[in-house]
């Protein structure tokens, strides 16, 4: 706080901030499931954690780590691990709905869901994320490390230097990496699809979904190999 005063949990130094101040959050672990207050309330507040890898916020299996919903885009947050959320039905990590915020420097790591998006859920919004790692979520349904859903909104989020790996969703949905549905749109950038199941990216017959891809590495191909599948299978 402006007396120097840590806060006791990195809520409370979110729901202090005022219009375009930034919350400082240093190395540690901070069990908790964290509601960004929205644009009623707030506007470009900075959410910086000491360094990726320490600062730790663990969901402890009780929803999603952190949700963020009508939050405006002058926001950001960086420098943080989100683990060990769950018991959700969007987005075990991070859900983001409405919100055109900056993702920056995370690890979202060991998350789960009982439906969409075991780790990142990205509905109705396009935010941008630049050096993130998604790796070790599992979802019960779709989208084991990202579910990219249009329906509410336009929806077109940039991944750039983003790596996913190491997700996994149902066989019978079989997305494993990145989900899209209802006419979301990706753009890819210099980023790692990998090691995911089934699936590395599918884009679902639900929708007119795209996917553009620059200097990215995706494993498998278009349609074979559990690569890229254009829904035509579905």
Do not use: M
Request: proline share 3%.
């Amino acid at each position: 706080d402006p007396n120097g005063i840590p806060f006791a949990s990195v809520q409370a130094g979110l729901n202090f901030a005022r219009d375009d101040q930034t919350v400082n959050i240093a190395n540690g672990t901070y069990f908790e499931n964290i509601i960004w207050p929205d644009a009623t309330y707030k506007i470009g507040v900075q959410l910086i954690g000491e360094d990726e890898e320490n600062t730790i916020i663990d969901g402890g299996g009780l929803g999603s780590v952190i949700t963020i919903i009508e939050v405006d885009a002058t926001s950001l947050i960086s420098g943080f691990t989100l683990t060990h959320g769950g018991n959700t039905d969007w987005g075990g990590g991070l859900f983001i709905y409405l919100s055109d915020l900056t993702v920056e420097d995370l690890r979202i790591i060991d998350n789960t869901s009982i439906n969409y998006a075991g780790g990142v859920g990205i509905a109705g919004c396009s935010p941008h994320f630049k050096h993130v790692l998604i790796s070790g979520n599992i979802a019960d349904v779709t989208g084991g490390g990202v579910v990219i859903y249009g329906f509410d909104a336009p929806t077109y989020p940039i991944f750039e230097n983003v790596t996913i790996t190491g997700n996994q969703a149902s066989e019978s949905y079989g997305e494993g990496g990145i989900a899209f549905w209802y006419g979301a749109e990706l753009t890819l950038v210099n980023s790692i699809v990998r090691g995911n199941t089934p699936w590395e990216i599918k884009l679902t017959s639900w929708g007119a979904n795209t996917l553009n891809v620059s200097y990215s590495n995706i494993e498998g191909g278009i349609n074979e190999g559990f690569g890229v599948s254009s829904g035509d299978d579905d």
